[in-house]
């Protein structure tokens, strides 16, 4: 995948722009960088706080060669790639199921993938959105919320962060589509996340909560979750969060 970095001082949302550029009919590996953003967003159309060169905001453009059933694996693969990317800045990240990284239980990214079809057939738009400076956080988050100047004291330029994401995105995406690459991948996230199996969740799928412990990944990277009477309820989509021991 060759790698092609467009960059922008201010853009409402990279994962827009990247989209447009997308149906406009760009190749692989476009890559929308902002300063900053006036209307990013997360799952569900929540708000990604985006003050100017507080954090790396960014979208890739991809054409993966999958089957459909795999294409959540491209958010694993991603979250694999910046948690990568984040060691190298001296962090000790985890994944959260699905698309969120933490960093001693704070969140430091989040990753927002979406689809659309072009010219070039159906592309999946990865959005990175990753907290290099704390001052921006609005009080609603600040406790819940991190960043690496936080966890290191430094603040690295976002263009160096972006480089360093993309050579990763690169890396794992090319194991995503070998021979065998599906099962790669889960094996990558699974080394990389205290998610994957004995954790004590709750899920909220809509207007249903589960509660349980989580039992490993399905093949295309659903979650499993297993119930306090051992029935296994498989997540596709829905926010997961870490149950806490009560005494």
């Known amino acids: 995948m060759n790698i092609n970095v467009l960059a922008f001082d201010t853009l409402d949302s990279t994962n827009t722009e990247a989209m447009r550029q997308a149906r406009l009919g760009a190749d692989e590996g476009l890559c929308i960088v902002a300063h900053r953003q006036t209307a990013g967003r997360g799952r569900h159309g929540r708000t990604w706080v985006s003050d100017k060169n507080a954090g790396l905001y960014f979208s890739i453009v991809l054409h993966p060669k999958l089957e459909t059933r795999f294409l959540p694996l491209i958010t694993l693969m991603t979250g694999v790639a910046v948690h990568d990317t984040l060691q190298e800045f001296g962090l000790k990240p985890d994944i959260k199921w699905v698309n969120d990284i933490l960093v001693n239980e704070k969140k430091i990214s989040g990753i927002l993938a979406e689809t659309t079809e072009t010219p070039n057939g159906l592309a999946v738009i990865v959005g990175i959105g990753v907290n290099i400076r704390s001052s921006n956080f609005p009080d609603e988050i600040a406790d819940t919320a991190t960043s690496i100047e936080e966890q290191s004291g430094e603040i690295p330029p976002a263009d160096e962060l972006a480089n360093r994401l993309t050579r ?50 399905e093949e295309n990277g659903a979650l499993r979750v297993r119930k306090s009477d051992g029935s296994v309820t498989i997540i596709q989509a829905g926010d997961v969060e870490q149950l806490r021991a009560t005494n």
């Open 168 to 217: 990763f995105c690169t890396y794992f995406y090319d194991i995503l589509q070998s021979d065998n690459g599906t099962k790669e991948i889960l094996n990558e996230w699974r080394s990389r996340s205290t998610y994957f199996s004995g954790k004590s969740v709750r899920a909220a799928l809509g207007n249903e909560t589960v509660e349980g412990t989580t039992d490993g990944l």
